[in-house]
T-cell receptor
Framework: KNEVEQSPQNLTAQEGEFITINCSYS?????LHWLQQHPGGGIVSLFM???GKKKHGRLIATINIQEKHSSLHITASHPRDSAVYIC???????????????FGKGTHLIIQP | GAVVSQHPSWVICKSGTSVKIECRSL??????MFWYRQFPKQSLMLMAT?????????EQGVEKDKFLINHASLTLSTLTVTSAHPEDSSFYIC?????????????FGPGTRLTVT
């Protein structure tokens, strides 16, 4: 079973700062997900990546398959970025990566104006 | 595209009653749907995998007779919490895999908050 560790657990920053959230996992994977969860609970899928780097607006996600590590970056952070950011990977390799997901505990991000 | 809806968004029920939660893929066909739950201040946890036309696969520790899953069509899966108890109070989220996309994409519903009194 895959284990997922995220850091930091909590992060408070000032508007405009560059934000980095890290994710490590224990078993080799085919794809990793970054998700955003707002206080109401709804989940938004930010990225799904299996190699290299993806960029969407001010969000950048990178993954190093060999090191089993991924990072989520937010440039020019804004108060509306305040949310919980969650890293998720397939639960096991038995389904070829097409399994349900196992999740990190999340990073609680607060961006202060 | 790739929108998943859930209904209801929140529900309060009395202990001992049953509650049905629907998960629909609105603009794609979902051969596989996943049901997750999240207790307060905890991570999301996979409960079961639902495949269209076949029995659901439950994760260890999830009672299949208590959490009934039906995936009768390519756009609808339902989760019924039978004889609900206060400890079943949780946030239930489904996700769906688009049959026309790669195997790794999952699209999440907005979730259903269940409170059992």
């Amino acid at each position: 079973k895959n284990e997922v560790e995220q850091s930091p657990q909590n992060l408070t920053a000032q508007e405009g700062e560059f934000i980095t959230i890290n994710c490590s996992y224990s078993v080799g994977i085919s794809a990793l997900h970054w998700l955003q969860q707002h206080p109401g609970g709804g989940i938004v899928s930010l990225f799904m990546l299996s190699s290299g780097k993806k960029k969407h607006g001010r969000l950048i996600a990178t993954i190093n398959i060999q090191e089993k590590h991924s990072s989520l970056h937010i440039t020019a952070s804004h108060p509306r970025d305040s949310a919980v950011y969650i890293c998720a990977v397939p639960l096991s390799l038995s389904g070829g990566g097409a399994d349900g997901l196992t999740f990190g505990k999340g990073t609680h991000l607060i961006i202060q104006p | 595209g790739a929108v998943v809806s859930q209904h209801p968004s929140w529900v309060i029920c009395k202990s001992g009653t049953s509650v049905k939660i629907e998960c629909r893929s609105l603009d794609f066909q979902a051969t596989t749907m996943f049901w997750y739950r999240q207790f307060p201040k905890q991570s999301l946890m996979l409960m079961a995998t639902s495949n269209e036309g076949s029995k659901a696969t439950y994760e260890q520790g999830v009672e299949k007779d208590k959490f009934l899953i039906n995936h009768a069509s390519l756009t609808l899966s339902t989760l019924t919490v039978t004889s609900a108890h206060p400890e079943d109070s949780s946030f239930y989220i489904c996700s769906a895999r688009d049959a026309g996309q790669g195997p790794y994409e999952q699209y999440f519903g907005p979730g259903t908050r269940l409170t059992v009194t």
